[in-house]
């Protein structure tokens, strides 16, 4: 007969929390606190405990934590975290990082029979998507399961969507930023070399593409945008002839600058099998000279008065050093004109956190990290610290097939609101045009009048009908109108 009565020795972990739209760093902070013990309890908070009220039940939000692996048991609770410790003596307590300097009253309780505390990060590299207990594969294609939850949350029809189309199509746009040829060199893999442990292939096919700050332009502009104005500096090189013969394509105004001192930036990828083997950057990251940045500025200056919107769409390689970042901005904001930024930084070094006031920044998890130097806080307090430091009206960090978590912060950004949405594309093609066209379609949406939750989902829409192919090449507004008629069906 099965002994189902706990080990002596069994560990238990307790964590206590709302967790109001479950996003990734509850999930990491979970099993990060799974690790600590052998037995997890969630204490969720009931609707009535929380100062806030949550856009999700308390039942939901319940069967939502009862369906990772890591929790062992959950339920809904009215009590306060002494009195659940006082209940269940767990050997140890987990909270967030950002408690470690506050008042941590079931301490006292902890003390008293030789409990711990312990303060996780909820840092943790991994797709919790992999941590739900009623994890199944998912369908090929989209998935739009969690999509319609997040529409019903914030109120989002169908019809308010279709008229920000309409409205998107009299927008001007300037976007400032690198422009970038990616290269996909498709071959068989041979091997492993005789000589050495080198992977070897025999290329066959050669596809070239417009990326970086090009490809945003691109994307705002079939999107559905009226005129769209592309400034970026080029080499003398091959590549910038591309770029030139190539961009008329996208029906892009090019505002194209010269530096004889640096390449066209340029970047590789050898691929098998849908796989991408090696990745092979050409560029320079020194700052742009002095007389440069006055061409520029007075070039954009020129424009200000025709446009709507204005996107920095930074890879750190120098061409937006600060000095004309902040000009740039503030002759925008002097003549009304919105502003969105994304700052990149996978391989350099980058600080999202120098684009202050704008009306959505859209940085990953590492960026925000970098910039903020914290390896430590979780997702919503990490987002929350960015935003005290450059004061975004919105604040969306991307976290690649986790999705994205968006923070709305108030007025005087001293409250926040936060949700989720997951990637809604379950089989991702080539993910590395997403956070470009997310950006394009979350910011034109915003400048014609979408809340912050109607234009991540259009965002998030236009990302997941991105990945689906290979190649980051412009996303027509039919597409995205498909995908949103899809997604409500």
Not at 94 to 118: A, D, Q, T, W
Not at 149 to 178: C, P, Q, T, W
Not at 252 to 277: I, M
Request: net charge negative.
């Amino acid at each position: 007969m099965q002994n189902d009565t706990p080990q002596k020795h069994t560990r238990t972990v307790l964590v206590q929390g709302n967790f109001d739209v479950l996003h990734a760093g509850h999930i990491r902070l979970l099993k990060f606190a799974k690790e600590c013990g052998d037995r997890l309890i969630v204490a969720v908070n009931a609707d009535k405990s929380m100062a806030v009220r949550s856009r999700v039940s308390e039942e939901l939000r319940l069967e939502v934590v009862r369906s990772l692996e890591c929790v062992d048991e959950a339920h809904i609770t009215t009590a306060t975290p002494e009195q659940e410790v006082a209940q269940f003596k767990p050997q140890i307590v987990v909270k967030g990082k950002e408690f470690e300097s506050r008042s941590n009253p079931e301490l006292v309780v902890l003390n008293s029979y030789g409990g711990k505390l312990i303060f996780g990060s909820g840092e943790f590299e991994s797709n919790s998507e992999h941590f739900f207990r009623r994890s199944k594969k998912p369908a090929p294609g989209m998935d739009f399961a969690e999509a319609r939850g997040f529409a019903n949350r914030h109120n989002i029809a169908a019809d308010d969507l279709y008229e920000l189309f309409d409205a998107m199509k009299s927008l001007r746009v300037l976007v400032i930023g690198e422009v970038i040829v990616d290269e996909y060199v498709q071959g068989t893999a041979v091997g492993l070399s005789q000589e050495d442990p080198t992977i070897v292939i025999t290329p066959n096919r050669k596809d070239t593409f417009l990326g970086g700050a090009a490809i945003t332009a691109g994307h705002v502009k079939a999107l559905g945008a009226e005129h769209v104005v592309l400034v970026s500096v080029l080499g003398e090189d091959q590549t910038a002839d591309y770029t030139r013969s190539q961009i008329t394509d996208y029906q892009v105004k090019p505002l194209f600058f010269t530096d004889q001192s640096r390449p066209t930036p340029l970047k590789t990828r050898y691929r098998a099998s849908n796989k991408t083997l090696l990745r092979v950057n050409q560029v320079r990251q020194h700052k742009i000279s002095q007389e440069l940045q006055t061409q520029i500025y007075q070039a954009i200056e020129s424009q200000l008065n025709e446009i709507d919107l204005l996107v920095f769409s930074d890879f750190n390689y120098g061409l937006l050093p600060q000095p004309l970042v902040e000009k740039i901005a503030a002759a925008c904001h002097q003549r009304g004109i919105r502003l969105v930024a994304d700052s990149q930084t996978s391989s350099q070094v980058g600080d999202i956190a120098r684009y202050c006031n704008m009306d959505l920044l859209t940085p990953t998890e590492r960026e925000v990290r970098v910039s903020l130097n914290n390896p430590d806080d979780g997702l919503v307090i990490l987002a929350q610290k960015l935003t005290e430091v450059s004061q975004p009206k919105n604040l969306v960090i991307t976290l690649a097939e986790e999705g994205i978590l968006i923070h709305k912060p108030n007025h005087t950004f001293d409250d926040w609101e936060n949700d989720r949405l997951p990637a809604l594309n379950t089989n991702a093609v080539d993910p590395a045009g997403a956070g470009d066209c997310f950006l394009a379609a979350s910011s034109l949406a915003l400048v014609a009048g979408a809340n912050i939750w109607q234009a991540c989902y259009l965002g998030s829409l236009a990302a997941a009908c991105q990945v689906a192919s290979l190649g980051n090449t412009p996303l027509s507004c039919q597409i995205l109108e498909h995908a949103v008629k899809d997604s409500f069906s």
